[in-house]
């Protein structure tokens, strides 16, 4: 039997690159005459630039840059031919703050706009960007501040980071010069900039935002938009209201005044890493992710993945950390069957080992669909 494993990174616990070595591992110690074929994927949060190196190559470019408290770490971006691929998880992401420090009033995606620097610095003619895994809500503020183009106050002084502080801007300290580079926002999310499904009524929770912070951040991002609308040339009209506006806490909205596009980020990494071509060549396809729920069925990469699946006649199964899908939810997202790291195990040991009850999912699943469509 021929099985393509191609899952999405478990949360906190495992990334896509290890999630996939573990359940071919497992599949491996029950089926060992499969032939299995592992694609770790990405919807542009975090793995983004790992699955594309590991699968096309290229250079990664390491950058002094600032964390979402404008912490100094080192960061990279993939450099392929002339194309710059970045996450802004690596700067800002959820995992660089623990949960109970988490304040998305304050944190910034200044580093991002560190690397998008670095990125046009280095002749790149395109910066694909990942949204995924924020811990920010600044509208993509401290991207624009690091590029020469921050948001200012009455006084013309710099406002300090975070998301809070726009409440108060009248303006910005410059125009960013990108040389050229196209900017291609690769993201899982099609949410508006504001609103009850916006960046900070959706998300904001997430990141520590309370019930009035969430108040207070929708209100500074809608008049953070009329800002960028009148200051940013050729910064489309309504801005705020287009799909992907508000992902990683409104960094979105930045990028699409920039005069950036939107992709979904899984059909983005689909087409980049020839997904579909190895689907067409196996028996059964294994995805997975850290919680397979609602937000799965819409854009990410267990939707992706089955949607592959179901165009070229492959049954789909789901191995995820939790299960909150029903089965018929499941069925009409053409997924055959989900299976769970806590109900296999437990959450202590799902949580403490995932790598071990993953593999040993593996094993069982194989033992139930490791033979061949025709015999089953």
């Not at 002339?82 to 996450?87: H, K, P, R």
């Not at 209100?219 to 992907?244: I, K, M």
């Amino acid at each position: 039997m021929r099985v393509l494993v191609a899952p999405d990174s478990f949360g906190g616990t495992l990334s896509a690159g290890e999630a996939a070595a573990a359940i071919a591992a497992g599949w491996a110690r029950e089926a060992p005459d499969d032939t299995v074929v592992t694609r770790p994927l990405s919807d542009g949060g975090p793995g983004l630039v790992d699955v594309i190196r590991a699968t096309l190559g290229g250079t990664l470019v390491p950058v002094s840059a600032r964390g979402p408290r404008m912490e100094e770490l080192e960061a990279s971006f993939l450099l392929l031919d002339d194309v710059a691929y970045l996450e802004c998880a690596t700067v800002a992401g959820l995992q660089l703050v623990p949960k109970d420090e988490r304040d998305p009033k304050v944190t910034t995606t200044y580093g991002l706009g560190l690397l998008l620097a670095a990125a046009v610095e280095s002749g790149a003619r395109r910066a694909v960007i990942g949204l995924g895994g924020s811990v920010t809500n600044d509208g993509g503020a401290g991207l624009l501040a690091a590029l020469g183009a921050g948001p200012v106050g009455v006084s013309g002084t710099a406002l300090p980071p975070g998301g809070a502080a726009l409440r108060v801007c009248e303006g910005l300290a410059g125009v960013p010069a990108l040389r050229g580079v196209e900017i291609v926002a690769a993201t899982d999310v099609d949410n508006p900039l504001t609103g009850i499904h916006g960046a900070s009524a959706v998300y904001g929770p997430q990141k520590g935002a309370s019930d009035n912070d969430v108040q207070i951040l929708d209100a500074a991002l809608e008049h953070w938009a009329t800002v960028l609308e009148r200051d940013l040339p050729g910064c489309p009209p309504g801005v705020a209201s287009l799909p992907g506006a508000g992902a990683a806490g409104g960094l979105g909205v930045a990028l699409l005044a920039l005069g950036g596009r939107r992709e979904a980020g899984i059909g983005l990494v689909r087409q980049l890493i020839g997904f579909d071509a190895a689907v067409a060549e196996v028996d059964l396809v294994i995805t997975g992710e850290g919680s397979f729920d609602y937000q799965s069925l819409r854009g990410k990469v267990v939707a992706g993945v089955a949607s592959a699946a179901a165009e070229h006649g492959a049954p789909c199964v789901v191995l995820a950390g939790q299960v909150a899908v029903g089965r018929q939810e499941a069925a009409a997202a053409h997924i055959d069957e989900a299976r769970s790291l806590v109900d296999h195990a437990g959450l202590d040991r799902a949580m403490n080992d995932a790598a071990a009850v993953l593999t040993d999912l593996a094993a069982r699943t194989a033992r139930d669909w490791s033979r061949p469509r025709s015999v089953r």
